[in-house]
């Protein structure tokens, strides 16, 4: 009966709508505002309860009531309408956010707020379900309605950052957790949104899943926090100095869900390797269990153990694949052999059937030929047992000095800064360019395989070719000074030694004694030990980037203590040898005087007969050597050298004492030098 009289109360009334709700009675207007607050409450206009949308803002609303309704009645009513613009605020989002480029996390986030405003519409239907029963007032639909308004008011503030900074992916996500945290004084509002932050992060998840699982991004929206520039191949690691491919390939963006910003590096790091392994054929995937998929991110953190197992499965995977399949060690052995001149009997072989090709210029220089003839040398050594030799290669970097070379890679560590150096270094390297040969821009290559192009990129070849043409072209200067010494040994041998000879012949030995001590000190002091420094720390390397972290502290090592990264202290070095080879290209001219009075002596002595001929044919022999040995002219050169060298030995002695204070490897080769000048 309650029931027929609520409705005929209605429909009396509905005929006379067009009335203020005020001209009815109080109990009468109690029923009409209850049948329009349970159509405002899923955001339909009634007859005396209007939703007005906001101008510029579709997801606004404001609700108006008829001013003539009680006052009592719209004091309850307007605290409803709260509820009411929270609702139609929501849904206007989850309408909008399930377009198809909102977004992953948005869809997921949107069908988590449609399920939760279904359970939301399912209770106002129960609600309308006690009004036509005549068992619902305005009080009791507060009462009913107060719970939830704590839910939809922090439902709300996400919905609306959400919108109006057109937030998705991770930027979604870290706002839902915020929010989260933010209401951690209300247990039930907090445990609403940490399940609306799980749905959400569900899609995030799956992405995450498979990058660190397979090393595959499947992110069609650009959500995920790692980007891959599809640019850069791996192939520039071995062609471009500046080559970034393993920095940029993949690389982290600036929207990180705060859950994994602490293992935000672990996670691109996974990936990176599986995708090394898969770009080396080696398909491989991290073993899966029921308790390893990443559904959610609980707060026992099960999910950072999940991808910790994945970092290290990746990890040991790629380095047994490098260390085993690569022979990583036995590529390092071979730099070391041929580019660091470990082993020297092929270079001696070289050198040898090279020497009328290096003397070019570089332009002329043949490099087909070059390669032909380190080729023979190779497999005319001991170095035709070793498979590695097939990768080396020659080339001629065309005038361009060491010095200057080292004056274009910029990225260096200089201890001493090159623009401080540019001017002096510039008008050396210009007086250079000049008498510039093979012999100073030879160098060798290797070709490095991928995927040990990471390890030894164009970058790192370039340094191991730096520290060999340094090398090189000590072991050039060490053969021309003891070409000059056999001069010497040519006058010893026939018993004349003028003062000039004998000069001459101290001045070399300081000369030898000097770059002795060079080459052992950069072989023995500073190669050496640095290789097996770096072996040592390879063999407790756990992942492949620490690999790259000790080869190129290696490298940098050598450079810094092969005095390349000093440009004072190797300016001189430089000058240094380059004295020694105008001495040695100018003693060498004695040779063919010997030879040539030799010549003369034959000549001179045709006439006589056999029996006094080599008598005076060696009388007239010794006389043209001595006078040869006592020519004022060699005599004033060789003083000239002799002044020079010691002039600059002298010079790099306190510049080595005193950087050896802050360079401490400089000790051994400054006590080497700094006793040369007792022999001159």
Not at 11 to 19: A, I, K, P, Q
């Amino acid at each position: 009966m309650q029931t027929v009289g609520v409705k005929s109360s209605m429909d009396s009334f509905s005929r006379g709508s067009e009335n203020v709700i005020g001209s009815y009675p109080v109990s009468v207007q109690e029923l009409l505002v209850i049948d329009d607050l349970l159509s405002a409450l899923v955001g339909i206009d009634g007859r005396y309860i209007s939703i007005k949308r906001v101008r510029g803002r579709a997801d606004h609303v404001i609700c108006q009531i008829d001013p003539s309704m009680d006052l009592a009645l719209q004091e309850l009513t307007q605290r409803i309408f709260p509820l009411c613009q929270n609702y139609v605020l929501i849904n206007y989002f989850v309408e909008a956010k399930s377009h198809f480029k909102s977004g992953l996390v948005n869809h997921a986030f949107a069908a988590a707020l449609r399920a939760f405003l279904l359970d939301y519409q399912a209770m106002v239907a129960q609600l309308e379900h006690q009004f036509r029963l005549g068992r619902l007032s305005v009080q009791a639909l507060w009462f009913f309605c107060q719970p939830m308004m704590g839910s939809f008011n922090a439902l709300s503030i996400v919905v609306e950052k959400a919108s109006s900074n057109n937030f998705c992916g991770a930027t979604t996500l870290n706002l839902l957790q915020s929010q989260a945290k933010a209401m951690a004084g209300d247990n039930a509002v907090r445990s609403l949104l940490e399940k609306m932050t799980q749905r959400a992060s569900s899609a995030y998840l799956a992405i995450l899943e498979r990058w660190v699982y397979e090393g595959v991004i499947d992110d069609p929206y650009g959500e995920f926090f790692i980007a891959e520039n599809k640019l850069l191949q791996k192939e520039s690691l071995t062609q471009d100095y500046d080559a970034k491919y393993w920095v940029q390939r993949y690389s982290l963006k600036d929207g990180i869900p705060s859950f994994l910003v602490s293992v935000a590096g672990i996670i691109l790091t996974t990936g990176k390797y599986l995708n090394v392994m898969r770009e080396c054929g080696h398909n491989v995937q991290v073993p899966l269990s029921d308790n390893s998929k990443l559904m959610s991110f609980e707060s026992n953190h099960h999910y950072l153990e999940c991808i910790k197992t994945a970092y290290d499965f990746a990890s040991s995977e790629l380095l047994n694949l490098i260390r085993h399949k690569y022979d990583l060690v036995g590529k390092l052995r071979a730099l070391k052999r041929y580019l660091l001149l470990d082993q020297g009997d092929y270079l001696v072989h070289f050198m040898d059937i090279s020497r009328d090709e290096l003397a070019k210029r570089p332009d002329e220089i043949s490099v087909e030929k070059l390669q032909s003839l380190l080729d023979l040398a190779l497999r005319s050594t001991a170095a035709a047992s070793d498979p590695c030799h097939e990768e080396l290669t020659c080339c001629v970097q065309e005038r361009v000095p060491l010095l200057k070379r080292l004056n274009t890679l910029t990225d260096l560590d200089s201890t001493e800064s090159m623009e401080d150096n540019k001017s002096s270094l510039d008008t050396d390297i210009q007086s250079e360019l000049l008498n510039i040969t093979g012999v100073e821009t030879f160098c060798l290559g290797y070709k490095v395989p991928w995927p040990l192009s990471l390890i030894i990129p164009r970058k790192a070849l370039t340094k191991y070719q730096l520290i060999f043409r340094l090398l090189f072209h000590c072991k050039h200067v060490n053969r021309q000074l003891c070409m000059a010494w056999q001069v010497h040994q040519g006058f010893r041998a026939i018993n004349i030694l003028g003062k000039p000879i004998l000069r001459s012949s101290i001045l070399c030995r300081s000369m030898l004694k000097f770059i002795d001590s060079l080459l052992h000190y950069l072989t023995f002091e500073v190669l050496e030990p640095n290789w097996h420094s770096m072996h040592d720390r390879l063999q407790t390397a756990k992942s492949v980037d620490e690999v790259i972290q000790f080869h190129d502290y290696f490298l940098r090592k050598c450079l810094k203590e092969c005095l390349l990264l000093l440009p004072k202290v190797f300016k001189k070095i430089e000058k240094l040898k380059s004295i020694c080879l105008q001495y040695a290209a100018a003693i060498q001219l004695l040779v063919p005087s010997i030879y040539s009075i030799e010549a003369a002596a034959d000549v001179a002595t045709t006439s006589i007969g056999p029996g006094r001929s080599k008598h005076r044919r060696l009388r007239y022999q010794n006389k043209q050597l001595k006078s040869a040995a006592e020519n004022n002219l060699i005599s004033d050169s060789i003083m000239k050298f002799e002044k020079e060298f010691n002039e600059e030995l002298q010079s790099l002695a306190p510049i080595l004492s005193s950087s050896s204070q802050a360079e401490p490897y400089l000790t051994h080769l400054a006590q080497s030098i700094l006793g040369l000048g007792s022999d001159t």
